[in-house]
Structure formats: C-alpha cells, structure tokens
C-alpha cells in the first residue's frame, strides 16, 4: 500500500451506534490530520496530530473522539452523532508540521459517513 | 479575518483554457497552496507558490500576487479528465493549520 488509505470508505450509522473511522499512512510523516467536508463548504479542520501528540482540537464536539496511537496511524471514533454530521471525513498527512503550515498535506480518499 | 475567496463553478470546453481565481486575507503570508479533487477521491496537491509570479507545470500553471492578496491556476489544453473541484488553501499563520477555500468545481464540456 501506498500513500494514505482510509476505511471504511462508506458508512451507513444511527445516532445511537458507535463506530471508527481508521487512517493509515505510509509516507513516513510526522503529522496527522483529520477534515471534515460537507458539500459547498471549505474543508474543516478537527484534530492535528504531531508525533502522536494531539496538537489541534478546533473545538469539535466530543462525540467526536480521535486517537493516534503512533505516527502512522489515526482514528476517529464516533458516538451519538447527529445527522448534520452526515459529511466526507478525510484523512491527511504532512512530513513536518514544524513548517507551520507550509508542508504539503497528504490525503486519503475519504470516509462517506451518513447519519441516520 | 482570515478568509479564501474562489467561485463556485465555471465551465470551460475542452481544448480550451481557463483560469480559475483565489483571493485570500491571512494574517502574515506563508505561501499558498492549489489542490485538485475529482469526485469522490482524495485532494491531490498541485502546486505550492510562495513568490510572485508565474509558475508553469506542463498544463497546469499557478500565479501568485502577494500585494494583491491573489491567485490563480492556469489549466490549458483542457481534457474531460481535468472536470473536478479546485481547492485553494494558505496555511493560517505559525500554526499546522491551513485556511481552504470551497473549492470550484470545474466542469468541462466536449
């Protein structure tokens, strides 16, 4: 595998279930992102990851719960969503977060999450 | 505030050019990124400008202003495959964020 891969790529969920969203990379990087993209609108960023330590939380909603358990790796996991959450979840990452922003982003295909 | 401008959709021919614009208001400048996303896929990087002026990439060429907080990509010789949204972001300052536009989403007529 190369580059960023995401699973599942589609996800069907009630506001009751609970569920996770994986992110893999295998570029070597450093930084880990997860956005959420809602049609129309700029894509949003949630959480930064910078060497497994949580750098970002651009006030998301707790429902929302991220994990990275080592540099290649991130979750999402997801709990009583609502369905405004319904939204493309996409996963990216960049080499060297210390470059303030200027590293290129990485992404992978997406998660299409629909809450029901 | 810090914001990304760029219009909605535009529609070009195939074989044609066209330009799509970006304007931005960031605090500080650290350059400004184009990305492109076909429908259902990943945003895949296009280009990176930093200083003013023109920067060409076989069909693809990205424009920068800085003085006139300004961008844009250059697509020529346009092919069907080229139909996707193009994403314009600049990073938010001295943080790992980038501010995106919504994107324009390109569509390309035979």
């Known amino acids: 595998e190369t580059g960023v891969t995401q699973t599942p790529r589609h996800l069907v969920m009630g506001m009751t279930n609970k569920k996770s969203l994986k992110c893999e990379q295998h570029l070597g990087h450093n930084a880990m992102y997860w956005y959420k993209q809602s049609a129309k609108k700029p894509l949003e960023l949630m959480f930064v990851y910078n060497f497994k330590e949580q750098t970002e939380n651009n006030s998301v909603p707790s429902r929302f719960s991220p994990e990275c358990p080592n540099s290649s790796h991130l979750f999402l996991h997801l709990h009583t969503l609502q369905p405004e959450d319904s939204a493309l979840y996409l996963c990216?990452?960049?080499?060297?977060?210390?470059?303030?922003?200027?590293?290129?982003?990485?992404f992978g295909p997406g998660t299409r999450l629909t809450v029901l | 505030g810090q914001n990304i401008d760029q219009p909605t959709e535009m529609t070009a021919t195939e074989g044609a050019i066209v330009q799509i614009n970006c304007t931005y208001q960031?605090?500080?400048?650290?350059?400004l990124f184009w990305y492109q996303q076909h429908a259902g896929e990943a945003p895949t990087f296009l280009s990176y400008n930093v200083l003013d002026g023109l920067e060409e990439k076989g069909r693809f060429s990205s424009f920068l202003s800085r003085s006139k907080g300004y961008s844009y990509l250059l697509l020529k010789e346009l092919q069907m495959k080229d139909s996707a949204s193009y994403l314009c972001a600049a990073p938010r300052g001295s943080n790992y964020q980038l501010i995106w536009g919504a994107g324009t989403k390109l569509i390309i007529k035979p």
């Open positions: 990216a990452s960049s080499q060297d977060p210390v470059g303030g922003g200027t590293d290129t982003q990485y």
């Open positions: 960031t605090s500080g400048f650290n350059g």
